[in-house]
């Protein structure tokens, strides 16, 4: 069991965990002695009345989770087993299509444990560890998992260097060992996953939505230009929706071995795409001298990465990004502009997008809009835990 040690939160703040507000941030707490991560914080206002019950962890700009309001609830294996279930309840629909294999079964604060995800793939799990602190409550977590659900087998992934990056390591916890890649289906279409081969697996579930409408609505006949491609997930959900070509371009050399895979597990011919490992905006200058537009545009870097000759981050060059993309893609066409960036909201994001069309004197509709899908719970009082903004935009 864990030590408990009682926070007195600040006035100001009181109300917002009355409210079910599920992090507890440094701004909050009248003082925050030194304790050791995972510790359990019980919380009260400056009077003394309780608030909540939570834990110790350093995420991000948080420093810890509200687990309960409840005061006499332990935080037993029960208490455990009990979110559990009911998380993987929520999911039933998912369990019973057949069509789809791997999805989130557990997401953090928004099923009511911050600092823990959980995905399902064809039977194995993938546990994603954020915090030095959510650790520490690893085993009493773990058999609580294994009695609220059976798996083939366990991995992990601990997410809780001093900047929240991924720890190399072997990610493989318990059970059988997956086959190497594992096919998932999604909606019908394969995907190779790799469940113990880095901080990712080869598909990101949370854009599940946007290839759907992407391969039902926006690629029949039409040509594709994946850009931060990774393992073209998007462009395989196009090809399936009967786009004429896609071109992929990221500039990992193991984008390309793994992006021919995507397609052969769908009985697609790679050779038939163009797949380059290349920065994005060398080839948008490539691009310009050759000529070359497309019909659809996917946009879905990441927050933040450097590469050899330069760094790439959402909020310096998103605007770019779209200004560039502008002006390759045909009269009608869509691009399809996604960030999980952390710093933008949707309104923020919408903002980027017209100022962007403006600085290029393009009109634009915006045709689709996406945030994270159903089995990615959020929860109202967090709105911020909804990192995911997708948008297709009409270029006129
Ligand atoms: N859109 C992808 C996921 C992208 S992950 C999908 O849906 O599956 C981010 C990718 O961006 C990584 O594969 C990384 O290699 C690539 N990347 C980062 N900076 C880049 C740059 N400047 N040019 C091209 N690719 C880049």
């Known amino acids: ?51 909540a019950k939570g834990y110790h962890g350093n995420q991000n700009k948080g420093i810890g989770w509200i687990l309960t309001s409840d005061d006499s609830q332990p935080l037993d294996q029960a208490f455990f087993v009990a979110l559990f279930k009911e998380a993987f309840a929520k999911r039933q629909a998912f369990f019973n299509d057949d069509a789809t294999t791997a999805f989130r079964i557990f997401n953090g604060e928004g099923d009511g444990l ?50 929240g990056q ?23 279409i394969n995907y190779a ?20 409408t992407i391969c039902d609505d926006y690629a029949a006949g039409r040509t594709v230009l994946n850009t931060f491609s990774y393992t073209g997930a998007f462009s395989v959900a196009a090809a399936f929706g009967g786009a004429s ?46 000529n070359l537009s497309f019909d659809l545009v996917v946009l879905d870097p990441p927050s933040f ?21 502008i002006a390759i893609t045909n009269e009608n066409g869509i691009i399809v502009a996604s960030t999980n960036y952390a710093g ?16 290029q004197g393009r009109q634009y509709r915006i045709v689709e809009q996406f945030t994270l899908p159903a089995d990615f719970v959020t929860r109202d009082s967090f709105k911020e835990g909804n990192y995911l903004k997708v948008l297709f935009l009409e270029v006129k």
């Open 1 to 51: 069991m864990m030590n408990e040690i009682t926070i007195k939160i600040k006035k100001k703040s009181a109300h917002e965990y009355i409210k079910g507000y599920p992090l507890i941030t440094k701004e909050a707490v009248v003082n925050f002695p030194d304790m050791e991560e995972g510790t359990i914080l019980r919380l009260t206002d400056e009077s003394n009345r309780f608030l």
């Open 114 to 163: 911050g600092g823990l995800t959980i995905d399902y793939y064809d039977g194995f799990i993938v546990l994603q560890w954020y915090s030095h602190g959510i650790y520490k409550w690893k085993s009493v977590l773990l058999a609580a998992i294994k009695n609220a659900i059976d798996t083939r087998g366990i991995y992990e992934k601990r997410r809780f260097d001093a900047k």
């Open 166 to 188: 991924y720890l190399e390591s072997d990610d493989f916890l318990e059970g059988e060992t997956a086959p190497e890649p594992l096919i998932v289906k999604e909606n019908g």
């Open 193 to 212: 996953v790799y469940l113990n081969d880095g901080a990712m697996t080869g598909i990101f579930l949370d854009q599940r939505d946007v290839r759907k």
């Open 245 to 290: 070509h896609t071109t992929n371009v990221d500039v990992a050399n193991r984008s390309i071995p793994k992006t021919r895979e995507q397609f052969l597990v769908n009985e697609l011919d790679p050779s038939a795409h163009t797949i380059m490992a290349e920065d994005v905006f060398q080839y948008f200058k490539y691009a310009n001298r050759k």
């Open 305 to 325: 990465a450097r590469t050899k000759k330069t760094t790439f981050s959402v909020a310096k060059d998103y605007g770019k990004l779209l200004e560039e993309s």
């Open 344 to 359: 933008y909201g949707m309104d923020k994001f919408k903002k980027v997008v017209q100022d962007a069309f403006a600085s």
